[in-house]
């Protein structure tokens, strides 16, 4: 039972343009949201959040929407730069961030040069 | 910057033998949860800690795997006997009692021949 998925594995786009990375869950008692980047043989480092009571939210280079309706989120990175290119994954919870976590399979974004 | 400190980073051990991973969380974090994480796959939570008591291990392997926090500090997450489907990467995190933040370590690589 796969309560958040991340659809595609891979993802490739040119350095410069922007980087679109989707979610989605199932559960709909999951009222926080988070963004991780995974570097290999290194633990997931947080990225950005959102909560269920926003639509959106931005942290310079990174946005983050949610769409209740559809139970959908997504990542917007703009623009993409090669650092940038790491595995993504799309985590939820309930009690605002401070239990356990459900995680998506991960996206791995490649950044072309 | 306050960090989760975890150790090993690797290893690697033969099947049948104990094995053992240490966590250090962030001072002052309450809560303490080991994940693992199957290449390819997303972390999946294994065990989550409130001060010293255990609050959700129903993804442990309770046959084989064991977590303690004896002084609701640092914690212990031990395989025995490991088997070569153990092999993965095992995650620490911790979050403060109250409010967000919710932090991983760096992780421990598995590797059971």
Redesign the interface.
């Known amino acids: 039972d796969q309560q958040?998925k991340q659809n595609s594995p891979s993802l490739s786009v040119q350095e410069g343009r922007i980087s679109i990375l989707n979610c989605d869950y199932t559960n709909s008692m999951f009222d926080y949201f988070?963004w991780?980047k995974k570097y290999p043989?290194?633990?997931?480092?947080?990225l950005i959040?959102i909560s269920s009571i926003k639509d959106k939210n931005e942290d310079g280079r990174f946005t983050v929407f949610l769409n209740k309706s559809a139970k959908h989120l997504s990542l917007h990175i703009v623009p993409s730069q090669p650092g940038d290119s790491a595995v993504y994954?799309c985590?939820a919870n309930t009690n605002?961030?401070?239990e356990?976590?459900t995680?998506?399979?991960?996206t791995r974004l490649t950044i072309i040069p | 910057e306050a960090e989760?400190a975890?150790s090993p980073?690797y290893k690697i051990t033969e099947k049948s033998q104990a094995v053992a991973f240490w966590c250090d969380p962030i001072s002052g974090h309450a809560?303490l949860?080991w994940?693992r994480q199957i290449l390819?796959?997303?972390?999946?939570?294994l065990v989550?800690f409130q001060d010293e008591s255990v609050v959700?291990d129903s993804q442990l392997p309770k046959d084989r795997f064991s977590a303690e926090r004896l002084k609701g500090v640092d914690s212990t997450l031990k395989i025995q006997p490991a088997e070569l489907g153990d092999s993965a990467?095992y995650?620490c995190?911790s979050?403060?009692?109250?409010?967000?933040?919710?932090?991983?370590?760096?992780?421990t690589?598995l590797t059971v021949v």
């Open positions: 958040v988070l991780y043989a290194e633990g997931p480092t947080f959040s994954f985590a605002f961030g401070n356990k976590l995680f998506g399979t991960g | 989760v975890q980073r809560t949860y994940y390819g796959q997303g972390p999946e939570l989550q959700d990467m995650l995190a979050s403060p009692r109250q409010g967000r933040g919710y932090t991983f370590g760096s992780g690589r």
